[in-house]
């Protein structure tokens, strides 16, 4: 999922609180270019007892295009 660490909605914290209040047990947090999240996350997760898989998506050039991976 992304938060608004990059191009999301949800601020990382809210993110988890919504996925906790849906039910979901374990989450993945793949912000692009950045982990700035990451710990704002961690700590919502920890609270809510929900797994955080942590990540980040990386933007890179491969023969002069833009590859998102």
Same mark, same amino acid.
């Given at each position: 999922?992304?938060?608004?660490?990059? &191009?999301?909605?949800?601020?990382?914290?809210?993110?988890? &609180?919504?996925?906790? &209040?849906? %039910?979901?047990?374990?989450?993945?947090?793949?912000?692009? &270019?950045?982990?700035?999240?990451?710990?704002?996350?961690k700590q919502?997760?920890?609270?809510? %007892?929900?797994?955080?898989v942590p %990540?980040?998506?990386f933007t890179?050039?491969?023969?002069?295009?833009?590859?998102?991976?």
């Open positions: 999922m992304h938060s608004s660490a990059s &191009d999301g909605v949800l601020a990382p914290g809210a993110l988890v &609180d919504l996925c906790a &209040d849906k %039910g979901i047990q374990i989450m993945a947090l793949t912000d692009h &270019d950045t982990m700035g999240g990451i710990a704002e996350a919502a997760a920890a609270a809510r %007892g929900v797994c955080l %990540g980040a998506e890179c050039m491969w023969r002069r295009q833009f590859c998102i991976y």
